[in-house]
Structure formats: C-alpha cells, structure tokens
C-alpha cells in the first residue's frame, strides 16, 4: 500500500502541482511536437525518482511502465479529446493512471484491492444516501415547485448553463455532510452565505412570485439535505 501511495503523490505533484496551465494550451495545440509534454514527462521522471528514494535498480521495470503508459495515454487524450468531450477525456485520463500505479504497486508488493471488502453495510448505507442527496431529491423539488413556476422567468436569462442544478447538489452535499460531522452550525453559515449572493436577485425583482419561488426551492433543498442527513445518522447507528 505504501508503494501505491509513493506512486500517487508523484503522480499529483506530476498532473495537478507543478504543470503550468499555459503546459497544458501548449500540448493541447502543439501535441506530439510540443516541448512542454515531454518538460511535463520530465518532471514525472524527476517525482518518480525522489519518491522512490533513487531506488531504479530495485525498480526499472516498473519506472519504465508508468512513464512509457504516461506518455502514450497523455498522447491518446491529446488527439481523440474535442472541444465538447475535454471534461470526459480528463476523466478517462486520470483512471488510466491511476489504474496504471495500481498495476504497479501490485506486481512489487502485492497491493490487493477486494470489492468485497470496499462494499460494507456502512459504505452501501452511504452511497445510497449521497444518491438520495444528489439525484433523487432533486427531482422531488423539481416536481413540487413546478407548480409555482413563475411565469415571468426567462429562457434566455442571463445565467450559466444548468447553474441552478448544480449548486442545488452542491448545497445538499455540504448540509448533508455538516449533518453527520455533527457540525450544525455551517449550515447556518452557509445559508446566510447563500442568501448575501441571492439577496440582489430578491431585490431587484418586482415579482413577489419570484422571490417565493426562490425561497421554496432553497427551503427544500436544505430541509431534504437535513432530513437525508439525521434519518443517516440514525440507520448508521442500528447496523
């Protein structure tokens, strides 16, 4: 496991700490003739080298298959990754590393990951509720306000694409989990936080309907997360 976590810190200081965004623009454009992909393998080589204590020797075989697979999946991302599926790539990208190190770590030191022992009755409980929380309890609020969906809203409002939608999940996640860390007084700041960044919409608004509509669907956004999060708490403590 040790191994594993050596690799994932070279790894992140790697992908994430030391490329530059302006490395990043460089590949994209350039790919296979951009200097900034091999400076961005260098470094890996560099992290690789530190976190494993200079030992090449001991490890060559496997130093050699995380470079070589690093460089081959970064090029396959760079040239099959568009302008709509950059989010997807990055994710497939970031895998295949990871899967890569597990790889690794397992030929030298015997690194076992058991889906048997991942899935426990705790961990099911939760992502179930974290389901709840994301998809399910969305779509409840969705259908109860609907019904008092104002008529003056806009289509065409100025706001980001599904903005809405995502800071409704966001919100339930961090009540939820102030809820069972048993930190109940962040919910109270957050939703003071909330309100500051509302308050010019309220107050700009003529519309009464509006405000309301706004206040229901960020009531019940909170009151789900709330309830999801101490009916938790309490199936947590029977198992």
């Known amino acids: 496991m040790i191994l594993f976590l050596k690799l994932l810190l070279a790894h992140i200081l790697g992908d994430f700490v030391f490329q530059p965004e302006k490395w990043v623009k460089n590949k994209e454009e350039k790919k296979v003739k951009s200097i900034k992909l091999y400076f961005h393998i260098g470094l890996h080589v560099l992290f690789l080298v530190l976190v494993l204590k200079f030992s090449l ?8 298959f995380i470079i070589g697979s690093h460089y081959i999946i970064d090029l396959l991302k760079l040239y099959l990754q568009t302008k709509n599926t950059k989010r997807i790539w990055f994710f497939i990208d970031q895998i295949s590393h990871l899967l890569i190190l597990a ?14 022992n991942f899935i426990t009755d705790q961990i099911l409980l939760l ?11 969305a779509i409840v609020i969705k259908i ?14 100025e706001s980001l694409a ?15 989990t102030f809820v069972i860390t048993n930190h109940w007084e962040a919910i109270g700041f957050l939703l003071a936080a909330k309100s500051v960044f509302r308050f010019g ?9 509006l405000t309301e509509y706004i206040l229901i669907g960020t009531l019940l956004s909170f ?3 709330i309830f999801l999060g101490v009916l938790y708490l309490h199936l947590l403590s029977l198992l």
């Open 57 to 64: 020797k001991e490890y060559w075989q496997g130093f050699l």
């Open 127 to 137: 992502i179930i509720f974290l389901l709840l929380v994301i998809f399910v309890s």
């Open 223 to 225: 009151g789900f997360a």
């Open 103 to 116: 790889i690794v770590a397992f030929f030298y030191a015997n690194f076992y990951f058991s889906i048997e």
């Open 144 to 157: 109860i306000i609907t019904q008092w969906n104002p008529e003056n809203k806009k289509e065409n409002d």
């Open 201 to 209: 919409d309220l107050t700009s608004s003529k519309d009464r309907k």
């Open 162 to 176: 599904k903005a809405g939608r995502y800071i409704g999940i966001l919100e339930r996640l961090f009540v939820f």
